[in-house]
C-alpha cells in the first residue's frame, strides 16, 4: 500500500513561532487532507488539497503532487494550535480509502 | 448545517459481548466511511459505503466485523464477540463524492473499551 511519512514526530513551540510540518507520499494521489485532532479526538479539517497552495488565516498548506510532498505551515502559533496533525491521502487506484500518517504532536507553549 | 453524529460516545463492554456502533452522516452525503484509531496511532480503513452498498471493506480486520447501511444514510457497524484488542476509538467520516472531489468529514467518534 501507499506509504505516508510525517515529520517531525514532535514539535514544541513558543507562543507566537512559526512551524513548518511535512507529509511525504510514495504513489500517485487524488485526494490529500491535512486535520488537526484535538484532545478530545475529533479530527478538525484543515485542507483538502491534492495539489496547489491554500490559506485559511494563520495556516496555510502546499502540496506538490509530481514530487509526492505536502507542507502545512502554522504563523503565530497559539496555545489553541496544540494537539496532533494529521496528513491523509487517497491513492489514485484507491478511491474512498484515506491512508493516514503517523501523525506530529504539536505542542505550544504560552 | 450538522456535522456527522455518532453514537454512543464511549461504549465499555466486556470480553465476548456483541456491540453496535451508529454513524449519522452529513445530511445528503453519498458516501460513508468507518475508521479505527488505536492510541498513538493514526485511523486506519475500515470499510466505505457508496450509497447501500460496501463498495470496499478491504479493511475489515477480520469476519467478526461487520457494516451495513441499509437506506443510503445511518450505519452501523457491528462487532461480535469482543476481544481486548478491538479497544479503539471507531471514528465515522462521510462525503459528497464527486468525480474528482472527495472532501471527508469526520464525527467525534465512539471510544469502545473491551474489559
Known amino acids: 500500500g501507499i506509504q505516508v511519512e510525517q515529520s517531525p514526530p514532535d514539535l514544541i513551540l513558543q507562543e507566537g513561532a512559526n512551524s513548518t510540518l511535512r507529509c511525504n507520499f510514495s504513489?500517485?494521489?487524488?485526494?490529500l487532507q491535512w486535520f488537526h485532532q484535538n484532545p478530545w479526538g475529533q479530527l478538525i479539517n484543515l485542507f483538502y488539497?491534492?495539489?496547489g497552495t491554500k490559506q485559511n488565516g494563520r495556516l496555510s498548506a502546499t502540496t506538490v503532487a509530481t514530487e509526492r510532498y505536502s507542507l502545512l505551515y502554522i504563523s503565530s502559533s497559539q496555545t489553541t494550535d496544540s494537539g496532533v496533525y494529521f496528513c491523509?491521502?487517497?491513492?489514485?487506484?484507491?478511491?474512498?480509502?484515506?491512508?493516514f500518517g503517523a501523525g506530529t504532536q504539536v505542542v505550544v507553549t504560552p | 448545517g450538522a456535522g456527522v453524529s455518532q453514537t454512543p460516545s464511549n461504549k465499555v463492554t466486556e470480553k465476548g459481548k456483541y456491540v453496535e456502533l451508529r454513524c449519522d452522516p452529513i445530511?445528503?452525503?453519498?458516501?460513508l466511511y468507518w475508521y479505527r484509531q488505536s492510541l498513538g496511532q493514526g485511523p486506519e480503513f475500515l470499510i466505505y459505503?457508496?450509497?447501500?452498498?460496501?463498495?470496499?471493506d478491504s479493511g475489515l480486520p477480520n469476519d467478526r466485523f461487520f457494516a451495513v447501511r441499509p437506506e443510503g444514510s445511518v450505519s452501523t457497524l457491528k462487532i461480535q464477540r469482543t476481544e481486548r484488542g478491538d479497544s479503539a476509538m471507531y471514528l465515522c467520516?462521510?462525503?459528497?463524492?464527486?468525480?474528482?472531489?472527495?472532501?471527508?468529514?469526520f464525527g467525534p467518534g465512539t471510544r469502545l473499551t473491551v474489559t
Open positions: 504513489d500517485s494521489v487524488n485526494n
Open positions: 488539497i491534492p495539489s
Open positions: 491523509a491521502v487517497e491513492r489514485t487506484d484507491s478511491w474512498g480509502k484515506l491512508q
Open positions: 445530511s445528503g452525503h453519498t458516501a
Open positions: 459505503f457508496q450509497g447501500t452498498g460496501a463498495a470496499d
Open positions: 467520516a462521510s462525503s459528497l463524492r464527486g468525480a474528482s472531489f472527495n472532501e471527508q468529514y
